[in-house]
């Protein structure tokens, strides 16, 4: 069936570096991605979306790259912190249904 | 900072017994939704509510869990009898709107262990 997933279960950094994690969606229909990080012990929080009639949108620290021609979404994170290390999950929806679909997490981990 | 509360946080249970969760959304937030998450993996949506009403339960194992939100507020999900395939994190989260927004605050979870 339709999933979203992500190529890559754990990235390590140095603070200070850029973080890029990737994810692959399969859904042609979907028209809306989000990007959530989750910290140990808490609930998802929203970091940044996107509409599928952008291609890259800009927030503090962070872009997210949306490639609908392979059908590929990628969060950069610049200068990453200590702060940063989470889990963070990319989500998929579409107009109509207002209830993310969730892949798999990707754990970032950053070495101060 | 307004918060979704949730309690427990964590909860250990024997199987076939029953178990309840608490969820007291965003204040004025009319849509609260209960997840399910197994490790690992992302937020399994179980049931939508609009004030009391339920939008969408069609994930909800009916012959095991129930939710009610009575008074459109605050809201508790039941599992009876618990099962050791249960043992997950179950978050809430609500939103201020219902259609036209992923905007959605999520709770600290309870982490549910059967034993």
């Known amino acids: 069936g339709e999933s979203v997933g992500l190529h890559l279960p754990t990235l390590s950094v140095q603070e200070g570096d850029n973080s890029i994690i990737n994810c692959a969606y399969s859904?042609?229909?979907?028209?809306?991605f989000i990007w959530y990080k989750q910290e140990s012990g808490k609930g998802p929080q929203f970091i940044i979306d996107?509409?599928?009639?952008?291609d890259k949108r800009q927030g503090q620290r962070v872009t997210v790259l949306l490639n609908k021609t392979v059908k590929h979404l990628s969060l950069q994170i610049a200068a990453t912190q200590p702060g940063d290390s989470a889990v963070y999950f990319c989500?998929?929806?579409?107009?109509?249904?207002?209830?993310?679909?969730f892949g798999r997490g990707t754990s970032l981990i950053v070495h101060p | 900072e307004a918060e979704v509360a949730q309690s427990p946080r964590y909860k250990i249970t024997e199987k076939s017994q029953a178990v309840a969760f608490w969820c007291d959304p965003i204040?004025?937030?009319?849509?609260l939704y209960w997840y399910r998450q197994i490790l690992g993996q992302g937020p399994e949506l179980l049931v939508q509510?609009?004030?009391?009403?339920?939008?969408?339960d069609s994930q909800l194992p009916k012959d095991r869990f129930s939710a009610e939100r009575l008074k459109g507020v605050d809201s508790t999900l039941k599992i009876q009898p618990a099962e050791l395939g249960d043992s997950a994190m179950y978050l809430c989260?609500?939103?201020?709107?219902?259609?036209?927004?992923?905007?959605?605050?999520f709770g600290p979870g309870t982490r549910l262990t059967v034993t």
């Open positions: 204040s004025g937030h009319a849509t």
């Open positions: 989500a998929e929806g579409s107009r109509g249904s207002y209830i993310p679909t």
């Open positions: 509510f609009q004030d009391e009403s339920v939008v969408d």
């Open positions: 996107i509409r599928s009639n952008m």
């Open positions: 989260a609500s939103s201020p709107k219902f259609l036209g927004s992923y905007e959605q605050y």
């Open positions: 859904n042609s229909a979907s028209d809306y």
